[in-house]
């Protein structure tokens, strides 16, 4: 199992990011993707996750209005993308599933 994240990304505040997680070695629909993230010297947020078999989604409360998850079937990839961008919002965003995680992509939100 493979989960290859698109690359690190700067964005002004106010501004949306996309973050994408292409996943290989399993049957995509077969399992939940979930998203965590990491700031600077903080620990791991958990965002929410998605069903790649009917796109349902579940979503942390403080994420809630500002981030939405989706998932492409003919490509086996997932994405999360969040919008209103803040600088707290500066973190490694992760994808993962059942012990399986992505290399990270970084996403920084300065003016």
């Known amino acids: 199992i493979q989960l290859v994240q698109s690359g690190a990304e700067l964005r002004n505040p106010g501004a949306s990011v996309k973050v994408s997680c292409k996943a290989s070695?399993?049957?995509?629909?077969?399992?939940?993707i979930d998203w965590v993230r990491q700031a600077p010297g903080q620990g791991l947020e958990w965002m929410g996750r998605?069903?790649?078999?009917?796109?349902?989604?579940k979503c942390a409360q403080e994420f809630q209005g500002r981030v939405t998850f989706t998932a492409d079937t003919s490509t086996s990839t997932a994405y999360v993308e969040l919008s209103s961008l803040r600088s707290e919002d500066t973190a490694v965003y992760y994808c993962?599933?059942?012990?399986?995680w992505g290399q990270g992509t970084q996403v920084t939100v300065s003016s």
């Open positions: 070695g399993y049957t995509f629909i077969n399992y939940y």
């Open positions: 998605i069903d790649p078999e009917d796109g349902g989604t």
């Open positions: 993962l599933l059942t012990g399986y």
